[in-house]
């Protein structure tokens, strides 16, 4: 294992996690890869603890639903503890990925935005995914493997057209207020982070895009994504910034940004 190369602050807490994982899943655990902010441009106050685990196989409903629940004594909502980070643990089974694809198949995700659902015995089923085609993109690119061979030889590459696919899959969720009152900061950092994608290719830190996007905004939008970036580094949602209306037109002139982005090598039909 590789959790000896883990940032300091997170040894401990992953070092529950991959012995809870160990226990629940058996021989059918093949890896655990640590990716985003804990490789990638550094913990913040607020950051998840990211993990993608890979199985050998689909797992059956007592398996899965067990882990779930058992994962909620490993993390905390953010700032809530001092000794747990939030976890974000994506679970694929490898025949579903191999050979690829669109869209993946995960068999289940962890985050504490699912705590209450997870305490009432409710559990999401396996379910197709697009973002996966962006988190294994992401971990090819930049990960830690924690169990297991590296991420480069144990996922095949995304095709670029299946990831240039995703990421309007992602941005196609994002319309009006409501889909996204109480998440503004993530979703600025997010647009940001996938508008750099979609012109680049490559894969940014929510800072490097936050600041990628600053540059290349408007006047009237920049200063929300700067306050996004602020309150992502100080590990607050910045609620008190946001007014509505600035929200709401600084989110729509990204997305219209990436759609024209995407448009110019049209993504292909499903």
Wanted: hydrophobic share 50%.
């Amino acid at each position: 294992m590789a959790i000896d190369s883990a940032p300091d602050t997170i040894a401990a807490q992953l070092a529950g996690v991959l012995a809870l994982l160990q226990r629940q899943l058996g021989e059918q655990l093949r890896a655990v890869h640590l990716y985003g902010s804990a490789v990638d441009g550094g913990l913040q106050p607020g950051s998840d603890i990211d993990l993608m685990v890979s199985v050998a196989a689909p797992l059956p409903p007592e398996v899965r639903n067990a882990l779930l629940q058992a994962l909620l004594a490993h993390s905390a909502w953010p700032g809530s503890s001092a000794e747990l980070r939030a976890l974000e643990v994506t679970v694929v089974a490898l025949p579903a990925l191999r050979p690829w694809r669109y869209p993946p198949r995960r068999e289940l995700q962890f985050g504490e935005w699912l705590r209450a659902d997870l305490q009432a015995g409710r559990f999401e089923p396996p379910m197709a995914d697009h973002d996966l085609a962006i988190l294994l993109t992401k971990l090819r690119q930049h990960s830690l493997a924690l169990r297991g061979p590296p991420a480069q030889d144990l996922f095949e590459p995304v095709p670029a057209a299946d990831f240039r696919r995703a990421l309007a899959d992602t941005v196609a969720q994002w319309n009006a207020p409501p889909d996204w009152q109480g998440e503004e900061r993530n979703i600025l950092l997010a647009l940001a982070r996938i508008w750099f994608s979609a012109c680049t290719g490559g894969i940014a830190s929510k800072d490097d895009a936050a600041a990628w996007a600053a540059d290349r905004l408007p006047a009237q939008h920049r200063a929300c994504m700067q306050a996004a970036a602020l309150a992502y580094r100080s590990g607050q949602d910045g609620a008190q910034a946001w007014r509505p209306e600035q929200v709401a037109a600084t989110i729509l002139f990204c997305k219209h940004a990436i759609v024209r982005e995407l448009a110019r090598t049209p993504v292909p039909p499903a």
